[in-house]
């Protein structure tokens, strides 16, 4: 199984500064045939399911701020929010879809200092 | 809006078989993966496995030999079974989609968890 190992486990950081989030995977999660990382980035607030912040790495979803920003490739991924907002308490997850079985990181959880 | 919602049993005994399942509205179950993804409580997720709409199937080798997946089209529905559970089953199951940006992997849509007690 690839292992995702998040760093740091939580964070506090202050309204308004720049938030970081880092993520290694055991082994490479890009595939070379189409140079995208099977890597994505989930936000989960208390009592709410996981919700997709970013895919293909770098990619963000949807309505998602654009405060979020992910990059990286191979094995090396960071989730940064570059000014935090009280809304942005959270736990963070990444997660590779490369091979299988499908697995995350152990979350990171963010609080305002 | 796509909408997923995960139901049955809280309670389950030991050695016995959780079932759950999920209903999609909002959308048609075609041409999508469907995942199953547990949290037990306080910890970090596992994915356990997925469906495609056509039944395609891929499991979690640490619980292939206890899982079951199911589709039901006409239901718009699918549905997980876990045989002879533990207390390390507990857990919130979510169901979630795949395949929105071309791969089962990444979960666009979640259903609110399915909280999974076992105890006898």
């Known amino acids: 199984d690839i292992v995702m190992t998040q760093s740091p486990d939580s964070l506090a950081v202050s309204l308004g500064e720049r938030a970081t989030i880092n993520c290694k995977s055991s082994?490479?999660?890009?595939?070379?045939?189409?140079?995208?990382?099977?890597l994505g980035w989930y936000q989960q607030k208390p009592g709410q399911p996981p919700k997709l912040l970013i895919y293909?790495?770098?990619t963000r979803e949807s309505g998602v701020p654009d405060r979020f920003s992910g990059s990286g490739s191979g094995t090396d991924f960071t989730l940064t929010i570059s000014s935090l907002q009280a809304e942005d308490v959270a736990v963070y997850y990444c997660h590779q879809h490369y091979t299988f079985p499908y697995t995350f990181g152990q979350g990171t959880k963010l609080e305002i200092k | 809006q796509v909408q997923l919602q995960e139901s049955g049993p809280g309670l389950v005994k030991p050695s016995e078989t959780l079932s759950l399942t999920c209903s999609v509205s909002?959308?048609?179950?075609?041409?999508?993966?469907w995942n199953w993804i547990r949290q037990p409580p306080g910890k970090g997720l596992e994915w356990i496995a997925y469906?495609?709409?056509?039944?395609?199937?891929n499991y979690n080798p640490s619980l292939k030999s206890r899982v079951t997946l199911s589709v039901d089209t006409s239901k718009n529905q699918f549905s997980l079974k876990l045989s002879s559970v533990t207390a390390a089953d507990t857990a919130v199951y979510y169901c979630a989609r795949g395949y929105s940006y071309g791969h089962p992997g990444i979960f666009d849509y979640w259903g609110q968890g399915a909280l999974v007690t076992v105890s006898s």
């Open positions: 082994q490479s999660v890009l595939y070379s045939s189409n140079n995208k990382n099977y």
């Open positions: 293909w790495a770098s």
């Open positions: 469906i495609s709409y056509s039944a395609t199937t």
């Open positions: 909002g959308g048609s179950i075609n041409s999508y993966y």
